[in-house]
Protein backbone atom coordinates (compact mmCIF):
# COMPACT_ATOMS: atom_id res chain seq x y z
CA UNK A 1 0.00 0.00 0.00
CA UNK A 2 3.16 2.42 1.01
CA UNK A 3 4.90 1.57 -1.86
CA UNK A 4 1.84 2.49 -4.51
CA UNK A 5 0.88 5.72 -2.61
CA UNK A 6 3.99 6.96 -1.66
CA UNK A 7 7.45 7.54 -3.84
CA UNK A 8 10.38 9.84 -3.06
CA UNK A 9 13.03 10.96 -5.47
CA UNK A 10 15.47 12.52 -2.74
CA UNK A 11 17.12 15.64 -4.03
CA UNK A 12 20.28 16.36 -2.98
CA UNK A 13 19.65 20.46 -2.72
CA UNK A 14 17.27 19.66 0.14
CA UNK A 15 16.59 18.53 3.53
CA UNK A 16 15.39 14.99 4.27
CA UNK A 17 12.75 16.47 6.63
CA UNK A 18 11.56 19.54 4.28
CA UNK A 19 11.01 16.82 1.07
CA UNK A 20 9.46 14.25 3.11
CA UNK A 21 7.19 17.03 4.75
CA UNK A 22 6.27 18.47 1.12
CA UNK A 23 5.48 14.74 -0.47
CA UNK A 24 2.78 13.86 2.84
CA UNK A 25 1.81 17.58 2.35
CA UNK A 26 0.95 16.66 -0.95
CA UNK A 27 -0.62 13.16 -0.74
CA UNK A 28 -3.01 14.41 1.29
CA UNK A 29 -4.00 17.43 -0.22
CA UNK A 30 -4.54 15.05 -3.33
CA UNK A 31 -6.51 12.77 -1.18
CA UNK A 32 -4.37 9.54 -0.90
CA UNK A 33 -4.50 8.66 2.38
CA UNK A 34 -8.14 7.28 3.88
CA UNK A 35 -10.16 8.78 6.60
CA UNK A 36 -10.72 5.83 8.28
CA UNK A 37 -6.82 4.38 8.81
CA UNK A 38 -3.46 5.18 10.08
CA UNK A 39 -1.02 6.81 7.96
CA UNK A 40 2.25 4.79 7.89
CA UNK A 41 3.97 3.95 11.44
CA UNK A 42 7.21 5.57 11.84
CA UNK A 43 9.47 2.34 11.21
CA UNK A 44 7.08 1.47 8.32
CA UNK A 45 8.26 4.40 6.55
CA UNK A 46 11.63 4.80 7.56
CA UNK A 47 12.05 1.41 6.27
CA UNK A 48 10.35 1.62 2.90
CA UNK A 49 12.41 5.56 2.06
CA UNK A 50 15.64 3.98 3.85
CA UNK A 51 15.41 7.14 6.63
CA UNK A 52 15.88 7.26 10.28
CA UNK A 53 12.88 6.83 12.30
CA UNK A 54 13.82 10.08 13.87
CA UNK A 55 13.50 11.75 10.44
CA UNK A 56 9.87 10.33 10.18
CA UNK A 57 8.99 11.60 13.74
CA UNK A 58 9.74 14.59 13.17
CA UNK A 59 8.06 15.33 10.41
CA UNK A 60 4.86 13.81 11.67
CA UNK A 61 4.87 15.77 14.86
CA UNK A 62 5.53 19.27 12.48
CA UNK A 63 2.34 18.03 10.14
CA UNK A 64 0.56 17.50 13.82
CA UNK A 65 1.26 20.65 15.33
CA UNK A 66 0.49 22.38 11.31
CA UNK A 67 -3.20 20.83 11.41
CA UNK A 68 -2.55 17.89 8.58
CA UNK A 69 -3.05 15.24 11.29
CA UNK A 70 -4.23 14.11 14.32
CA UNK A 71 -2.50 11.27 17.01
CA UNK A 72 -4.90 8.66 18.75
CA UNK A 73 -3.02 7.40 21.49
CA UNK A 74 -1.57 3.47 20.94
CA UNK A 75 -2.68 3.70 17.38
CA UNK A 76 -1.07 6.19 14.71
CA UNK A 77 -1.28 9.59 12.98
CA UNK A 78 -4.77 9.93 11.32
CA UNK A 79 -5.96 12.41 9.17
CA UNK A 80 -7.42 15.88 10.95
CA UNK A 81 -11.22 15.75 9.93
CA UNK A 82 -10.48 19.11 7.92
CA UNK A 83 -8.99 17.06 5.21
CA UNK A 84 -11.61 14.30 5.30
CA UNK A 85 -13.40 15.96 2.06
CA UNK A 86 -10.84 15.31 0.02
CA UNK A 87 -9.70 11.97 1.04
CA UNK A 88 -10.43 8.77 -1.63
CA UNK A 89 -11.23 12.14 -4.37
CA UNK A 90 -7.61 13.05 -5.75
CA UNK A 91 -5.48 11.89 -8.40
CA UNK A 92 -3.76 9.16 -6.94
CA UNK A 93 -0.72 9.21 -9.34
CA UNK A 94 2.35 9.59 -7.51
CA UNK A 95 4.48 12.71 -7.75
CA UNK A 96 7.94 12.67 -6.62
CA UNK A 97 9.27 14.82 -3.70
CA UNK A 98 11.43 16.36 -6.47
CA UNK A 99 8.56 17.55 -8.32
CA UNK A 100 7.33 18.97 -5.24
CA UNK A 101 10.46 20.87 -4.00
CA UNK A 102 10.67 22.34 -7.18
CA UNK A 103 6.75 23.44 -8.05
CA UNK A 104 6.08 20.85 -10.89
CA UNK A 105 3.28 19.38 -9.77
CA UNK A 106 1.07 21.88 -11.06
CA UNK A 107 -1.65 19.40 -11.10
CA UNK A 108 -3.90 17.29 -14.45
CA UNK A 109 -5.54 20.56 -15.40
CA UNK A 110 -1.50 22.40 -16.99
CA UNK A 111 0.28 19.51 -16.62
CA UNK A 112 -1.55 15.89 -17.05
CA UNK A 113 -1.11 13.53 -19.88
CA UNK A 114 -4.13 14.08 -22.59
CA UNK A 115 -4.73 10.17 -23.18
CA UNK A 116 -7.42 10.87 -25.41
CA UNK A 117 -4.81 12.27 -28.16
CA UNK A 118 -2.24 9.67 -27.49
CA UNK A 119 -4.34 5.94 -27.72
CA UNK A 120 -3.85 4.75 -31.17
CA UNK A 121 -6.90 2.28 -30.94
CA UNK A 122 -9.25 2.66 -28.14
CA UNK A 123 -11.58 0.29 -26.77
CA UNK A 124 -13.29 2.29 -24.19
CA UNK A 125 -16.63 2.74 -26.43
CA UNK A 126 -17.00 -0.93 -27.05
CA UNK A 127 -19.81 -2.14 -24.92
CA UNK A 128 -20.27 -5.31 -23.33
CA UNK A 129 -24.08 -6.77 -22.01
CA UNK A 130 -25.55 -5.08 -19.71
CA UNK A 131 -25.59 -6.66 -16.28
CA UNK A 132 -25.09 -5.59 -13.25
CA UNK A 133 -21.92 -5.75 -11.27
CA UNK A 134 -23.58 -6.75 -7.77
CA UNK A 135 -26.12 -8.75 -9.35
CA UNK A 136 -25.24 -11.50 -6.47
CA UNK A 137 -26.63 -8.98 -3.98
CA UNK A 138 -30.30 -9.11 -5.96
CA UNK A 139 -32.96 -11.33 -4.11
CA UNK A 140 -33.81 -12.91 -7.59
CA UNK A 141 -31.48 -13.05 -9.73
CA UNK A 142 -31.52 -14.33 -12.99
CA UNK A 143 -28.39 -13.74 -14.11
CA UNK A 144 -26.85 -15.13 -16.76
CA UNK A 145 -23.22 -15.94 -17.37
CA UNK A 146 -22.47 -16.46 -13.82
CA UNK A 147 -22.31 -19.95 -11.49
CA UNK A 148 -24.14 -21.01 -8.56
CA UNK A 149 -21.81 -21.50 -5.96
CA UNK A 150 -23.65 -23.68 -4.03
CA UNK A 151 -22.65 -26.80 -6.85
CA UNK A 152 -18.46 -25.98 -6.70
CA UNK A 153 -17.41 -29.09 -5.88
CA UNK A 154 -15.55 -27.42 -2.70
CA UNK A 155 -14.09 -30.96 -1.20
CA UNK A 156 -12.52 -32.68 -4.51
CA UNK A 157 -11.22 -28.82 -5.64
CA UNK A 158 -9.68 -28.54 -2.01
CA UNK A 159 -8.44 -32.31 -2.69
CA UNK A 160 -6.75 -31.49 -5.95
CA UNK A 161 -5.17 -28.38 -5.09
CA UNK A 162 -3.45 -29.73 -1.40
CA UNK A 163 -1.87 -32.50 -4.07
CA UNK A 164 -0.55 -29.50 -5.95
CA UNK A 165 1.12 -28.42 -3.01
CA UNK A 166 2.96 -30.95 -2.05
CA UNK A 167 6.90 -30.40 -2.25
CA UNK A 168 7.46 -33.29 -5.05
CA UNK A 169 4.66 -31.34 -7.23
CA UNK A 170 5.89 -27.90 -6.92
CA UNK A 171 8.27 -28.24 -9.69
CA UNK A 172 5.73 -29.22 -11.86
CA UNK A 173 3.89 -25.63 -11.87
CA UNK A 174 6.34 -23.59 -10.58
CA UNK A 175 9.07 -23.15 -13.22
CA UNK A 176 8.97 -21.32 -16.41
CA UNK A 177 7.25 -22.84 -19.12
CA UNK A 178 7.91 -20.03 -21.61
CA UNK A 179 4.83 -20.67 -24.60
CA UNK A 180 4.35 -24.13 -23.41
CA UNK A 181 0.93 -25.59 -21.90
CA UNK A 182 0.31 -28.21 -19.39
CA UNK A 183 1.24 -31.49 -21.02
CA UNK A 184 -1.21 -33.43 -18.66
CA UNK A 185 -4.44 -30.83 -18.94
CA UNK A 186 -3.71 -30.95 -23.07
CA UNK A 187 -3.87 -34.88 -22.55
CA UNK A 188 -6.99 -34.93 -20.36
CA UNK A 189 -8.70 -32.51 -23.27
CA UNK A 190 -7.70 -34.68 -25.86
CA UNK A 191 -8.81 -38.24 -24.33
CA UNK A 192 -11.90 -36.91 -21.84
CA UNK A 193 -13.57 -33.73 -22.87
CA UNK A 194 -13.41 -33.60 -26.68
CA UNK A 195 -14.17 -37.03 -27.50
CA UNK A 196 -17.95 -35.93 -26.01
CA UNK A 197 -17.95 -33.38 -28.75
CA UNK A 198 -16.74 -36.38 -30.87
CA UNK A 199 -13.46 -34.49 -31.83
CA UNK A 200 -10.17 -36.58 -32.04
CA UNK A 201 -7.55 -33.98 -31.83
CA UNK A 202 -3.56 -34.79 -31.86
CA UNK A 203 -1.72 -32.63 -28.43
CA UNK A 204 -0.08 -30.04 -31.43
CA UNK A 205 -3.69 -29.50 -32.33
CA UNK A 206 -4.77 -27.59 -29.12
CA UNK A 207 -3.86 -24.75 -27.39
CA UNK A 208 -4.73 -23.15 -23.34
CA UNK A 209 -6.24 -20.22 -23.42
CA UNK A 210 -7.92 -17.53 -21.08
CA UNK A 211 -11.23 -18.52 -21.62
CA UNK A 212 -13.15 -18.65 -25.00
CA UNK A 213 -13.45 -14.78 -25.51
CA UNK A 214 -9.17 -14.34 -24.85
CA UNK A 215 -9.03 -17.11 -27.72
CA UNK A 216 -11.42 -15.75 -29.95
CA UNK A 217 -9.35 -12.20 -29.67
CA UNK A 218 -5.78 -13.98 -30.49
CA UNK A 219 -8.03 -15.32 -33.63
CA UNK A 220 -9.29 -11.43 -34.67
CA UNK A 221 -6.09 -10.12 -34.23
CA UNK A 222 -3.88 -12.71 -36.37
CA UNK A 223 -7.03 -13.23 -39.07
CA UNK A 224 -8.57 -10.29 -39.43
CA UNK A 225 -8.25 -6.79 -40.75
CA UNK A 226 -9.14 -4.47 -42.68
CA UNK A 227 -11.10 -6.07 -46.35
CA UNK A 228 -11.48 -9.03 -44.21
CA UNK A 229 -15.27 -9.87 -44.29
CA UNK A 230 -16.53 -11.87 -40.89
CA UNK A 231 -19.86 -12.85 -40.47
CA UNK A 232 -21.54 -13.14 -37.25
CA UNK A 233 -25.20 -13.68 -35.95
CA UNK A 234 -27.78 -10.76 -35.38
CA UNK A 235 -29.28 -10.55 -32.29
CA UNK A 236 -25.47 -11.84 -31.29
CA UNK A 237 -22.08 -12.10 -29.24
CA UNK A 238 -21.33 -8.30 -28.31
CA UNK A 239 -18.03 -8.85 -27.63
CA UNK A 240 -17.45 -10.74 -31.57
CA UNK A 241 -18.21 -7.77 -32.81
CA UNK A 242 -16.28 -5.54 -30.58
CA UNK A 243 -13.34 -7.84 -30.98
CA UNK A 244 -13.63 -8.26 -35.09
CA UNK A 245 -14.62 -4.24 -34.97
CA UNK A 246 -11.50 -3.28 -33.24
CA UNK A 247 -9.30 -4.92 -36.09
CA UNK A 248 -11.13 -3.23 -38.45
CA UNK A 249 -12.57 -6.23 -39.78
CA UNK A 250 -15.85 -5.86 -42.05
CA UNK A 251 -18.17 -7.02 -40.09
CA UNK A 252 -21.07 -8.63 -41.54
CA UNK A 253 -24.62 -9.88 -39.67
CA UNK A 254 -27.03 -12.31 -40.53
CA UNK A 255 -30.31 -13.18 -38.61
CA UNK A 256 -31.13 -15.99 -36.27
CA UNK A 257 -34.28 -17.94 -36.55
CA UNK A 258 -35.86 -21.21 -34.81
CA UNK A 259 -33.40 -23.34 -36.67
CA UNK A 260 -30.24 -20.73 -35.85
CA UNK A 261 -27.80 -18.89 -37.99
CA UNK A 262 -29.84 -18.76 -41.31
CA UNK A 263 -27.45 -20.00 -44.06
CA UNK A 264 -27.69 -18.30 -47.44
CA UNK A 265 -25.89 -16.50 -50.05
CA UNK A 266 -25.09 -13.13 -47.79
CA UNK A 267 -23.48 -15.57 -45.63
CA UNK A 268 -21.39 -17.35 -48.61
CA UNK A 269 -19.68 -13.68 -49.44
CA UNK A 270 -17.95 -14.13 -46.40
CA UNK A 271 -14.25 -15.48 -45.89
CA UNK A 272 -14.87 -16.35 -42.04
CA UNK A 273 -17.69 -16.55 -39.98
CA UNK A 274 -18.52 -17.08 -36.36
CA UNK A 275 -20.98 -18.87 -35.21
CA UNK A 276 -22.25 -20.10 -31.68
CA UNK A 277 -24.09 -23.61 -33.06
CA UNK A 278 -24.84 -25.50 -29.32
CA UNK A 279 -27.03 -22.67 -27.90
CA UNK A 280 -27.11 -19.83 -30.17
CA UNK A 281 -25.93 -16.67 -27.97
CA UNK A 282 -28.96 -14.85 -26.97
CA UNK A 283 -31.43 -16.46 -28.01
CA UNK A 284 -30.79 -20.33 -26.86
CA UNK A 285 -31.61 -22.22 -30.10
CA UNK A 286 -29.42 -24.92 -31.65
CA UNK A 287 -28.22 -24.71 -34.95
CA UNK A 288 -30.15 -27.29 -36.72
CA UNK A 289 -28.80 -30.47 -38.09
CA UNK A 290 -30.08 -29.27 -41.89
CA UNK A 291 -28.40 -25.87 -41.05
CA UNK A 292 -24.92 -27.49 -39.97
CA UNK A 293 -24.64 -29.64 -43.32
CA UNK A 294 -25.16 -26.05 -45.34
CA UNK A 295 -22.75 -24.16 -43.44
CA UNK A 296 -20.17 -26.88 -44.11
CA UNK A 297 -21.39 -27.33 -47.47
CA UNK A 298 -20.54 -23.61 -48.26
CA UNK A 299 -17.36 -23.33 -46.37
CA UNK A 300 -16.31 -26.20 -48.46
CA UNK A 301 -17.55 -24.56 -51.72
CA UNK A 302 -16.54 -21.07 -50.99
CA UNK A 303 -13.52 -21.90 -49.26
CA UNK A 304 -14.40 -20.42 -45.87
CA UNK A 305 -13.17 -20.53 -42.53
CA UNK A 306 -15.59 -21.43 -39.45
CA UNK A 307 -14.92 -20.07 -36.11
CA UNK A 308 -17.38 -22.26 -33.97
CA UNK A 309 -18.08 -21.14 -30.38
CA UNK A 310 -19.23 -24.27 -28.14
CA UNK A 311 -19.01 -22.12 -24.98
CA UNK A 312 -21.20 -24.63 -22.90
CA UNK A 313 -20.35 -27.63 -24.46
CA UNK A 314 -20.18 -29.38 -20.88
CA UNK A 315 -23.26 -27.72 -20.15
CA UNK A 316 -26.00 -29.18 -22.68
CA UNK A 317 -29.00 -30.74 -21.03
CA UNK A 318 -29.95 -32.56 -23.93
CA UNK A 319 -29.83 -36.43 -23.86
CA UNK A 320 -28.39 -36.39 -27.33
CA UNK A 321 -26.83 -33.42 -28.02
CA UNK A 322 -25.64 -32.55 -31.55
CA UNK A 323 -22.09 -32.84 -32.35
CA UNK A 324 -19.57 -29.98 -32.41
CA UNK A 325 -19.19 -28.79 -36.34
CA UNK A 326 -15.60 -29.75 -35.95
CA UNK A 327 -16.35 -33.37 -35.65
CA UNK A 328 -17.50 -33.34 -39.09
CA UNK A 329 -14.77 -31.28 -40.05
CA UNK A 330 -11.66 -33.20 -42.48
CA UNK A 331 -10.12 -30.20 -43.77
CA UNK A 332 -9.22 -28.14 -41.04
CA UNK A 333 -12.47 -25.21 -41.99
CA UNK A 334 -13.43 -25.24 -38.38
CA UNK A 335 -11.68 -23.56 -35.47
CA UNK A 336 -13.47 -24.91 -31.95
CA UNK A 337 -13.45 -22.66 -28.95
CA UNK A 338 -14.59 -23.48 -25.62
CA UNK A 339 -14.14 -23.12 -22.16
CA UNK A 340 -14.85 -24.21 -18.31
CA UNK A 341 -16.09 -20.77 -17.35
CA UNK A 342 -20.11 -21.97 -17.65
CA UNK A 343 -19.78 -25.40 -16.26
CA UNK A 344 -17.35 -24.90 -13.91
CA UNK A 345 -16.58 -21.20 -12.97
CA UNK A 346 -16.09 -18.08 -14.77
CA UNK A 347 -13.53 -17.53 -12.14
CA UNK A 348 -11.12 -19.93 -13.48
CA UNK A 349 -10.90 -18.54 -17.00
CA UNK A 350 -9.59 -21.49 -18.68
CA UNK A 351 -10.28 -22.41 -22.56
CA UNK A 352 -9.29 -23.63 -25.19
CA UNK A 353 -8.95 -24.16 -28.92
CA UNK A 354 -8.62 -26.49 -31.44
CA UNK A 355 -7.29 -25.95 -34.60
CA UNK A 356 -4.41 -27.07 -37.52
CA UNK A 357 -0.97 -26.96 -35.89
CA UNK A 358 0.28 -24.02 -38.17
CA UNK A 359 -2.94 -22.11 -36.92
CA UNK A 360 -2.34 -23.32 -32.98
CA UNK A 361 1.74 -22.16 -33.95
CA UNK A 362 0.90 -18.51 -34.65
CA UNK A 363 -1.67 -18.32 -31.81
CA UNK A 364 1.10 -19.72 -29.18
CA UNK A 365 3.30 -16.82 -30.46
CA UNK A 366 1.13 -14.48 -30.25
CA UNK A 367 -0.30 -15.22 -26.69
CA UNK A 368 3.47 -15.58 -25.81
CA UNK A 369 4.10 -11.70 -26.61
CA UNK A 370 0.61 -10.73 -24.70
CA UNK A 371 0.89 -13.28 -20.95
CA UNK A 372 3.22 -16.22 -22.37
CA UNK A 373 0.34 -18.81 -21.05
CA UNK A 374 -2.08 -19.33 -18.27
CA UNK A 375 -1.11 -19.86 -14.71
CA UNK A 376 0.25 -22.88 -15.05
CA UNK A 377 -0.65 -24.29 -11.41
CA UNK A 378 -4.64 -23.35 -12.15
CA UNK A 379 -3.30 -25.48 -15.85
CA UNK A 380 -2.08 -28.36 -13.60
CA UNK A 381 -4.88 -28.67 -10.64
CA UNK A 382 -7.48 -28.77 -13.79
CA UNK A 383 -5.72 -31.43 -15.07
CA UNK A 384 -5.29 -33.78 -11.70
CA UNK A 385 -9.29 -32.47 -11.17
CA UNK A 386 -10.42 -33.86 -14.38
CA UNK A 387 -7.67 -36.91 -14.12
CA UNK A 388 -9.42 -38.13 -11.21
CA UNK A 389 -12.63 -38.46 -12.48
CA UNK A 390 -14.28 -35.05 -10.01
CA UNK A 391 -14.85 -33.24 -13.10
CA UNK A 392 -17.47 -35.89 -14.68
CA UNK A 393 -19.22 -36.34 -10.80
CA UNK A 394 -19.45 -32.56 -11.04
CA UNK A 395 -21.25 -32.46 -14.62
CA UNK A 396 -23.45 -35.06 -13.50
CA UNK A 397 -24.71 -33.30 -10.46
CA UNK A 398 -24.90 -29.99 -11.97
CA UNK A 399 -27.13 -30.76 -15.23
CA UNK A 400 -29.42 -32.62 -12.55
CA UNK A 401 -29.85 -29.52 -10.62
CA UNK A 402 -29.78 -27.13 -13.83
CA UNK A 403 -32.40 -29.69 -15.42
CA UNK A 404 -34.51 -29.10 -12.60
CA UNK A 405 -33.99 -25.43 -12.93
CA UNK A 406 -35.25 -25.09 -16.50
CA UNK A 407 -38.22 -26.94 -15.90
CA UNK A 408 -39.40 -24.85 -13.12
CA UNK A 409 -38.26 -21.63 -15.37
CA UNK A 410 -40.38 -23.00 -18.53
CA UNK A 411 -43.24 -23.66 -16.24
CA UNK A 412 -43.12 -20.04 -14.66
CA UNK A 413 -43.13 -18.82 -18.06
CA UNK A 414 -45.81 -20.36 -19.19
CA UNK A 415 -47.69 -19.39 -16.09
CA UNK A 416 -46.60 -16.07 -15.33
CA UNK A 417 -45.28 -14.46 -18.21
CA UNK A 418 -47.72 -15.97 -20.91
CA UNK A 419 -47.64 -12.13 -22.60
CA UNK A 420 -44.34 -12.55 -23.48
CA UNK A 421 -42.65 -14.27 -26.39
CA UNK A 422 -39.89 -16.53 -25.86
CA UNK A 423 -36.96 -19.13 -27.07
CA UNK A 424 -34.82 -21.76 -25.53
CA UNK A 425 -33.84 -25.28 -26.54
CA UNK A 426 -33.77 -28.52 -24.42
CA UNK A 427 -30.46 -27.51 -23.35
CA UNK A 428 -30.01 -24.26 -22.95
CA UNK A 429 -29.72 -22.44 -19.94
CA UNK A 430 -31.08 -19.25 -20.53
CA UNK A 431 -34.53 -18.10 -21.93
CA UNK A 432 -34.88 -15.59 -24.60
CA UNK A 433 -37.80 -13.24 -23.74
CA UNK A 434 -39.92 -10.79 -26.15
CA UNK A 435 -42.24 -8.44 -23.91
CA UNK A 436 -45.39 -7.41 -25.56
CA UNK A 437 -45.37 -3.97 -27.70
CA UNK A 438 -44.74 -0.86 -26.08
CA UNK A 439 -42.64 -2.66 -23.18
CA UNK A 440 -39.21 -1.03 -22.81
CA UNK A 441 -36.87 -3.65 -21.35
CA UNK A 442 -34.53 -1.19 -20.01
CA UNK A 443 -37.21 0.61 -17.96
CA UNK A 444 -38.39 -3.16 -17.24
CA UNK A 445 -35.15 -4.19 -15.81
CA UNK A 446 -34.68 -0.77 -13.47
CA UNK A 447 -38.55 -1.13 -12.59
CA UNK A 448 -37.56 -5.16 -11.44
CA UNK A 449 -34.51 -4.38 -9.91
CA UNK A 450 -36.38 -1.89 -7.40
CA UNK A 451 -37.77 -5.35 -6.27
CA UNK A 452 -34.22 -7.26 -6.34
CA UNK A 453 -34.93 -8.84 -9.50
CA UNK A 454 -32.13 -8.72 -12.01
CA UNK A 455 -33.19 -9.39 -15.57
CA UNK A 456 -30.96 -8.60 -18.65
CA UNK A 457 -32.02 -6.08 -21.66
CA UNK A 458 -31.55 -7.70 -24.50
CA UNK A 459 -30.29 -4.23 -26.79
CA UNK A 460 -26.89 -4.78 -26.39
CA UNK A 461 -26.92 -8.27 -28.60
CA UNK A 462 -28.85 -6.51 -31.83
CA UNK A 463 -25.41 -5.34 -33.61
CA UNK A 464 -27.17 -3.40 -36.54
CA UNK A 465 -28.11 -0.44 -33.98
CA UNK A 466 -31.49 -0.85 -34.07
CA UNK A 467 -31.72 -2.37 -30.49
CA UNK A 468 -35.67 -3.90 -30.12
CA UNK A 469 -36.17 -2.50 -26.76
CA UNK A 470 -38.54 -5.62 -26.44
CA UNK A 471 -36.26 -8.54 -25.63
CA UNK A 472 -34.53 -9.28 -22.24
CA UNK A 473 -32.81 -12.57 -21.01
CA UNK A 474 -33.56 -14.75 -17.90
CA UNK A 475 -30.52 -16.84 -16.77
CA UNK A 476 -30.37 -19.96 -14.92
CA UNK A 477 -26.93 -19.66 -14.20
CA UNK A 478 -27.14 -17.23 -10.61
CA UNK A 479 -30.54 -17.92 -9.03
CA UNK A 480 -31.38 -20.26 -6.50
CA UNK A 481 -33.95 -23.02 -7.86
CA UNK A 482 -36.39 -22.23 -4.60
CA UNK A 483 -36.30 -18.72 -5.85
CA UNK A 484 -37.27 -19.10 -9.66
CA UNK A 485 -40.99 -19.28 -9.23
CA UNK A 486 -41.25 -16.50 -7.00
CA UNK A 487 -39.27 -14.12 -8.58
CA UNK A 488 -41.24 -14.96 -11.77
CA UNK A 489 -44.35 -14.06 -10.18
CA UNK A 490 -42.92 -10.78 -8.88
CA UNK A 491 -41.48 -10.00 -12.27
CA UNK A 492 -44.92 -10.46 -14.07
CA UNK A 493 -46.68 -7.83 -11.36
CA UNK A 494 -44.13 -5.44 -12.50
CA UNK A 495 -44.29 -6.25 -15.91
CA UNK A 496 -47.92 -5.66 -16.11
CA UNK A 497 -47.42 -2.25 -13.37
CA UNK A 498 -47.19 1.14 -14.70
CA UNK A 499 -43.18 2.50 -15.74
CA UNK A 500 -42.62 0.14 -18.58
CA UNK A 501 -43.98 1.41 -21.25
CA UNK A 502 -42.17 3.20 -24.02
Aim: aromatic share 8%.
Amino acid sequence: MIDHYLHIDFDPAHSLQQQLRQCLVDAILRGIFPVDEPLPSCRQLSQQLSVSRNTVALVYESLLDKGYLISKPRSGYYLHPDYHHVAGAGHVAPVSTAQAVNGMSEGPAQGGVQWSSKVVQSAGHFYGTLKPKNWAHFKYPFAYGQSDSDLFPRRAWRLAERDLLNQENLSLWTADNADRDDPELIEQLRTRVLPKRGIWARPENILITLGSQNALYLLARLLTGPGIRVGIENPGYRDAWNMFTLNKAQVSLHPVDAEGLVVDDALSRCQYVYVTPSHQVPTGVTLSAARRRALWQMACRHDQIVIEDDYDADLNLSQHPLPALKSADTQGRVIYLSSFSKSLAPGLRIGYVVADEELIDEMRALRRLMYRHPPFNIQRLLARFLAQGDYDAHLRQYRTAYRAKHAQLHAAVEKHLGGCAYSTSEGAASFWMAAPEGVDTQKLAWAAAQRSIMIEPGTSHFLDGTGSTRHFRLGLNGIRAERIVPGIQLLSDTLMGAGVLQ
